[in-house]
Each structure stands twice: as C-alpha cells, then as structure tokens.
C-alpha cells in the first residue's frame, strides 16, 4: 500500500503513537504528525526544563518517537503559552486564519490521502490548545 497520513496536534506528545506507528510499520505509508506548537507552555515532571528550553526537550522528544514508529514530524509557529480554558482563547493569541492558513500549508505539503485530528475542539478535549 502507497500513501500518506496527516495526523494533526497541539502539542508535541498529542499524537497518537499506535496509529502512527500501526499506518508505517503495518501498511508502510507515509505517517507525518504536524504539532502546532513545540509544547513550551506544558508542564514538565522529568526536569528543569521551562519555556523555549522545554519545547526544545519536546521537540527531541517527539523527533526520537517518530524514529520509533517511523513517521516524520513538522511543526506549526504558534507558541504554547501554558494552559487554555477554551479553543476561542487559544485562536485570538494564535490568530483564527493564521491556524487555517499553516494547516493548509502542511497539508499541501505532505498531500495525505487521510487526515487524523485526535481532538474534536470541544470541552471534553481537556483544554483550549486541542
């Protein structure tokens, strides 16, 4: 089987790694996650990371997870400023029609037969980001 899925997130650690891995390894097509964000604004158990430090750690993070399941990750320019009640919160800092306009980007870009979003953008998303 030949193709490409495009699975979208907020965050680097929003994708779904079974389905990624599951769509290269199974069926060997190309699986690209686009985070919005580099994960900047999360929280962090594991060290001393915050700020820019931490999405870096994310984004090394995210890149050696994508060597795992043998996908490709790319990343949006909206920075995550910490936790969102709501999606309108989080599109008046990021800009409605600058979100639409880097989702169509990565879309012509990868050109997926199918696209993946993990959240619905509702409250039971846990947050404003997803």
């Keep these: 089987m030949t193709g490409t899925v495009l699975h979208i997130g907020a965050h680097p650690d ?18 690209v996650y686009w985070s919005a964000t580099r994960g900047e604004g999360g929280q962090n158990r594991i060290g001393p990371y915050k700020g820019e430090s931490l999405g870096v750690f994310r984004t090394w993070e995210s890149l050696a ?20 009640k709501n999606g309108e919160e989080s599109l008046s800092k990021w800009g409605s029609k600058e979100m639409v306009k880097k989702i169509v980007r990565a879309i012509r870009m990868v050109q997926p037969q199918i696209i993946v979003s993990r959240w ?9 980001h997803h």
């Design 120 to 128: 619905k953008g509702i409250s039971d998303d846990f947050h404003g």
């Design 65 to 84: 997870s994508r060597a795992l399941d043998g996908g490709e990750s790319l990343y949006g320019p909206f920075i995550d400023f910490g936790y969102s």
């Design 14 to 31: 929003d994708e779904d790694i079974g389905l990624l891995s599951y769509m290269s390894h199974k069926f060997g097509v190309r699986a």
